[in-house]
Every structure is written in C-alpha cells, then in structure tokens.
C-alpha cells in the first residue's frame, strides 16, 4: 500500500477491509513503524535540531552543511 499520511492510509485499508477497532489499531501500527517516522515530516525528525551524525566509513562518504539564517547585525559593543 506504500507509506502515506495515517488519515489516507486508514482510508484506503476502509475501502477493502473492516475490523473492530481498525481506526485504533492502524494508528499504532502507523506510528510505530520506522519507515513512516523517518520519512513522515510529522513524525520525523525536525529540522534545526542537534541530531546524531554516524561516522563515515570512508572519505567523503558523507558531506555535512550548516545552514545559519535570520542573524541581526550587531551594534557598536559587538
């Protein structure tokens, strides 16, 4: 069925299958699996925020940027 957002996913399951408590059931499966919470920008993970970086195997395997916006000039004491 693939990895959509829970309310089409729940929709689409509806329209072929019903079961008591398959609102509920899908929900917790949907926000259990690792796919849908790393992919889901719901779910995953926030931009800005400090995350963990794995350590390249080799050289130039992985390229890391910091982006900086938003700062306001300073004044005569900076």
């Known amino acids: 069925m693939g990895h959509m957002s829970e309310e089409m ?18 929900g917790e499966y949907i926000n259990t699996c ?22 390249p195997k080799h050289p130039w395997e992985t390229i890391n940027i910091n982006w900086v916006t938003g700062i306001v000039p300073g004044g005569k004491e900076n």
């Open 9 to 26: 996913t729940k929709e689409r399951v509806a329209s072929i299958a019903w079961w008591p408590k398959l609102e509920k059931e899908l």
């Open 34 to 55: 690792e796919r849908c919470q790393k992919e889901n920008r719901k779910h995953g993970k926030k931009y800005g925020l400090l995350q963990h970086i794995e350590e």
